[in-house]
């Protein structure tokens, strides 16, 4: 295991009596001091992942290891590991102070040293002079600040995050979106934060794993899994995608819409069918006769800081452009876009044999040019 390496999972599956896995064979790493988010839909495995890490859950198959050591048999207590659930898990009896105090307690540490490790956890998440404050008497956010005090004031090398932001306004969750990573860059220990929410996703982490059907489907940075998804779902889940059905005529020439384009893409067979990504904000709108697509407008909508626009080309086919210019429903327009724009993707592939692809390629040419 890499130095690196605070959490590892080996070939981990963990499934209920005769139902299919909730997690299946899942193998990965989680570097110290980084900014994960487990996301995808209901009931992929994300929060599997997090109660395998906390020791809520014991794995049905496979190996867990956390700062190098075995941890599937070590109970949840005796991990160095705390979560922030979604709830917050307040206690509603016990006032600011209490609340965080409650594990150094346990803990039975000096009054004194309690004290000053609550004040200093407090200070971390912008809670100074809040200690006698009841729970009632605080806002959603500052409950969660709260939560989150009385999680790492104990330390951990992990913190973990279940969905703490959902019960939140849109305002206030963007704002404590802001805080939470300028609180894990100033704390300077892991995070691994579950959600269902793209943009949230794309906003806060060093590192995205996306899952679906308790398998990580892809895992990189924001950027690599926007930019360049390994697979349909990946593309649809991540924003919003113009999904189309190609042929890869050869390497950087490939055919959709009824037309050849040129792209960026090689290491496919020739003629293979592929699928192509386009994402809406990347096509611009041109006169028709300037346009490499030619498409008839069929709706608009306002969306605040763009318009989405829904159009169909003359095989039928619909696309989707989010653009800050105004048209007319019925208006015959050109699409403009530029190679880097055009993401061709193998039906099927894993992203193991995608790096695996993309590094035979790269060897044929390197090979090549020798």
């Known amino acids: ?34 900014f994960y988010t487990l996301l995808g839909p ?55 102070f209490e609340n965080v105090a409650f594990g150094l307690r346990i803990k039975k540490l000096k009054k004194e040293e309690i ?52 019960a939140l306004d849109l305002k206030l969750r963007t704002e404590m979106q802001y805080e939470l990573r300028e609180l894990q860059q100033r704390l300077g220990i892991t995070f691994v934060f579950v959600t269902h929410d793209q943009e949230e996703a794309l906003a806060m982490s060093d590192e995205i794993f996306v899952l679906n059907n308790g398998v990580i489907q892809q895992r990189g940075t924001p950027t690599d899994i926007y930019d360049e998804p390994i697979n349909r779902f990946v593309a649809n889940f991540i924003g919003e995608s ?8 050869q390497d950087y020439l ?6 050849q384009f040129t792209c960026v893409d090689g290491g496919f067979n020739p ?11 990347d096509l611009e709108i041109t006169p028709p006769e300037k346009g490499k697509i030619q498409v008839k407008v069929d709706s608009q909508l306002f969306r605040g800081v763009h318009y989405e626009i829904c159009c169909y080309d003359q095989q039928g086919t619909e696309w989707i452009i ?12 050109g699409l403009y876009f530029e190679p880097e724009a055009i993401h061709v993707m193998r039906i099927g592939e894993t992203e193991e044999e995608f790096d695996a692809r993309l590094e035979a390629y790269h060897e044929q040419g390197v090979a090549n040019e020798g």
């Not at 295991?1 to 209920?16: L, W």
């Not at 003629?271 to 904000?281: A, L, S």
């Not at 007319?328 to 327009?333: K, L, P, R, W």
């Open 322 to 333: 989010h653009t800050t210019k105004k048209v007319n429903v019925g208006d015959d327009i």
């Open 242 to 249: 113009n999904i189309l059905k190609g042929r890869m005529i």
């Open 1 to 34: 295991m890499s130095n690196q390496a605070i959490i590892r999972f080996e070939k981990v599956t963990k499934q209920y009596d005769e139902d299919p896995p909730v997690l299946n064979d899942v193998s990965f790493e989680m570097e110290r001091g980084r």
């Open 115 to 166: 004290k000053q490790k609550v004040r200093e956890a407090l200070r971390f998440v912008n809670l100074e002079g809040y200690e006698n404050r009841e729970i009632k008497e605080m806002s959603g956010g500052q409950r969660q600040r709260v939560a989150i005090a009385r999680a790492i004031v104990n330390e951990p090398e992990v913190l973990l995050l279940d969905e703490p932001l959902s």
């Open 254 to 259: 490939v055919e959709f819409a009824g037309k």
């Open 42 to 96: 209901s009931g992929c495995g994300k929060t599997t992942i997090l109660r395998l890490i906390a020791g809520l859950i014991e794995p049905t198959s496979g190996k867990i290891y956390i700062d190098g050591k075995l941890v599937n048999d070590v109970p949840a207590n005796k991990r160095q590991v705390n979560t922030v659930f979604q709830d917050y898990a307040l206690f509603p009896h016990l006032n600011v």
């Open 271 to 281: 003629n293979e069918t592929v699928e192509i990504v386009i994402r809406p904000e």
